[in-house]
């Protein structure tokens, strides 16, 4: 059964910080932002 995901807020993007390895966080329906070592947030489309 597939895992129900709540769609991140604004405020959630915001408050994602860089960690010791990349790492994403899911906003469903394939969609999910990946948040680099350096900072950077990309959002990627998984199909």
């Known amino acids: 059964m597939p895992r129900i995901v709540s769609p991140l807020t604004a405020t959630q993007i915001k408050n994602l910080k860089a960690k010791d390895k990349a790492y994403t966080k899911a906003d469903g ?10 900072g950077t947030k990309l959002w990627e489309f998984m199909t």
């Open 29 to 38: 329906n394939g969609l999910q932002i990946l948040i680099k070592v350096d």
